[in-house]
């Protein structure tokens, strides 16, 4: 080839492909910065691109075509890309998704976005005169503005119609307006000299990187924590990121911390429209954000000034992405403090083993706070035998719960399993309720009168006579916090009974309401699913219990022992945080139908630090995370054979590059929504050569013939199986 080289755009596409494509540069320009937007042609279709970089095009440039438009200057920053290059190698994700990771919904769209205008309103000087005739709703605009400026969301919440308001603004009797509240930060308690000393360490981190594991008991006061060293940090003009876990994200959260810094909190998660959204990234990026909080996305923020990250509640589930690209929200926050040089602050009651690994080899600082804020003890336990129960309560629980709600106490019941009971069986042939997409049974829901999936979320009517014998005695099996209401209803019919599930809360703010009316109100029962179980501070709570846990007992998910223990001291955590006036202490029940479990007794005899790290030790010698690297390739398809057949050619492919690939063995659901599930576990002697191996070589199964037969996808660092 003669030609000379080409100077091109590597362009990231919203496609997927394991690879940039590449652009010449627009006609008669150059090319367009690293980290800018590009509007670019694919095939019949116009996309949104982001400019990962520039290269000399291997490519005919007769045969590459020109970006179409350049939409902006370089909108990402450097260490963002270096970010998400580093992600994208490590999670093995295609670069593609990070138009998704990196830019904000609105900025993803063809179209240009109009972010809306002003978030409030106040009168004109006409306003101030006017006498609307005949319009009782104009007139109630005018009289709440007389006062000055509203919030539009406080107007809407009086009733008042969008029309209204756009009808005023047309009269010119009001006018929109920018309202930034006016805060004044307000003292907070005097810290214990345990939360003292956790903030000092931190504060003194400043400016460097170092990542500290708090592991504070329930209610010992590690948000008090966060909220003191991230003080520090707005006092040396730096941002602070907050990162909380998908479900404890409540207005109360941001009330506190705006009231404690003074200042506004921005909020990102992905149920915020898309101007909200637009709004914080916008506003992290220029640095008017000085606090965010924000769900596992919020990672992926542009910064001016990142000071401080604390990721709370760090060992939940939802910091780990489950689909697209999979990468885990605390880890990468990690990785990004490291390469900021700013201080990262990892809280939990319950820290992951993840972490716990991390602090015995000395990368990161461990932090504790062994006692409560509020100086209430910790609750007594009960290890409670369920075998001779009553719909799912034993006779002990239920006299423990008389016992409390009549000493002005409220109960927190939890129980993993929504719905009326999990199984409908046949008394006279044995026949049970099975979902035919899926391996699993189906949901009895009693109040709708119907089955359903709770995996592929297929429903039909709740039959009145067995399907296989015609048979009417068909029975509920187990019980579901469904049932747990109506019964506890019937033995308790003086005290309100809540249930918290999804089925019920469907509403943005229901469960906050009832949060509030909880915190509020009196003696009460509360019956849930792991919404309850989550950081919740109902300070009346004097007795919490969870029911029937036992299949983590057996599971064959190595991660079960530590998520079931993670549950039973978050609940445990629940009871007794505030001596209740009667002097009533906090009590724990579990109940179990294997009392005698050995695992079980190690988490009453012990605390969950000590259990964890019995938990580790047994990861160790199995050779399982976080002692050792796994990462898995899923395929699954109509066909088992075709989800076999593509990960035995991947296997073979693996093999090659020196990787060891067992399987492929069934998922632990082995069918869900009619695909059949398997995986390939790969690991090496070290993590390093398996994220190294895994990075060079997975974008070849692209290639393999049989992946066109099945939906497939990588998993490194997987926290299902
Ligand atoms: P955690 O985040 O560990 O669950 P919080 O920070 O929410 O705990 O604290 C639990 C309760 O104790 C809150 O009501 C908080 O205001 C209170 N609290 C925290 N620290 C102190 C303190 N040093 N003195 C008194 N009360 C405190
Ligand atoms: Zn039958
Ligand atoms: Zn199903």
Redesign the pocket.
Known sequence: MTEARQRVAQVALPVPMPQCFDYLPPKGHELPPIGSRVLVGFGPRRLVGLVLGHTDSTTEPRKLKPIDQVLDEALIDEDLLVMHDWAARYYAYPPGECTQLLLPPALRRVEPFNPPGPNGFQLTDAGQQAEPKRSPAQRRVLDALAEGPQLRSALVSLGIQSSTLKRLVDKAWIEAVSIEPSLIARE?????EE?RQAVGTVCQAYGDYQAFLLA????????????QCAIECMARDEQVLLMIPEIGLTPQLIERVMNRLGTAAFVYHSNLSESERLACWQAARCGKAKVVIGTRSSIFLPFKHLGLIVV?EEHDASYKQIDGARYHGRDLAVWRARYRQCPIVL?S?TPSLESINNTEHGRYQLLK?TA???DAPLPQWRIIDQRNQQEGLSDTLVGLIKKHLASDGQVLIYRNRRGYAPVLMCQACGWQADCHRCSAHMTVHQNQKKLQCHHCGHQSALPHRCPACEDPKLQALGAGTERLETTLAGLFPDYPVHRVDRDVMTGRYDFERLLEEVKNGGPCILVGTQMLAK?H?L?KVTLAAVLDADQALFSGDFRAPERLGQVIYQVA?RAG?VVNDQGLPGEFVLQTRHPEHALLDRLRHGHYLGFATQLLAERREAGLPPAEGLVLLRAEAHQPEAAWAFLQDAQKLWQQAGLQAQGPIASIMPKRGGYWRFQLWLQADTRATLIDTVARTWTALYGLPSAKKVRWHMDVDPTEL
Do not use: F, I, M, N
């Open positions: 907070g308690p005097v810290l214990s939360q504070g008991v329930t209610g010992s006061g590690k948000t008090e924590v966060y909220l709370d809280g009651a706070l409560r804020a509020t950081g501070h300070p955590g945080r």
